[in-house]
């Protein structure tokens, strides 16, 4: 069982950044490969960025080159920098396991970009 607190979402101007956090609990965290999800207005929860338990990633293409997933086993920590933000980011941000389990979606954190 992982149970998962979103942290880091606000108000950001276009070209902006944010970095987000997310913190694990449980004692297998290590083991889980580990994404951060958004949904923003009148669309589906999308993956925005995954991270396997070794560390490879996966970007979806339209936040490669912005966005850097990185987690810290050692703390339970999963983060998403995310760079040269854009209106289209602005949504709720959610981090779950990857692929997702239903028990781990939590509230999110809402990340608006505007100017």
């Known amino acids: 069982q992982v149970q998962l607190v979103e942290s880091g979402g606000g108000l950001v101007q276009p070209g902006g950044s944010r970095r987000l956090s997310c913190t694990a609990s449980?004692?297998?965290?290590?083991?889980?490969?580990m994404g951060w999800y958004r949904q923003a207005p009148g669309k589906e929860r999308e993956l925005v960025a995954g991270?396997?338990?070794?560390?490879?990633?996966h970007y979806v293409d339209s936040v490669k080159g912005r966005f850097t997933i990185s987690r810290d086993n050692a703390k339970n920590m999963v983060y998403l920098q995310m760079n040269s933000l854009k209106f289209e980011d602005t949504a709720v941000y959610y981090c779950?396991?990857?692929?997702?389990?239903?028990?781990?979606w939590g509230q999110g954190t809402q990340v608006t970009v505007s100017s």
């Open positions: 991270i396997k338990s070794g560390g490879d990633t």
């Open positions: 779950n396991t990857w692929p997702p389990i239903s028990t781990g």
């Open positions: 449980g004692n297998i965290f290590r083991f889980y490969g």
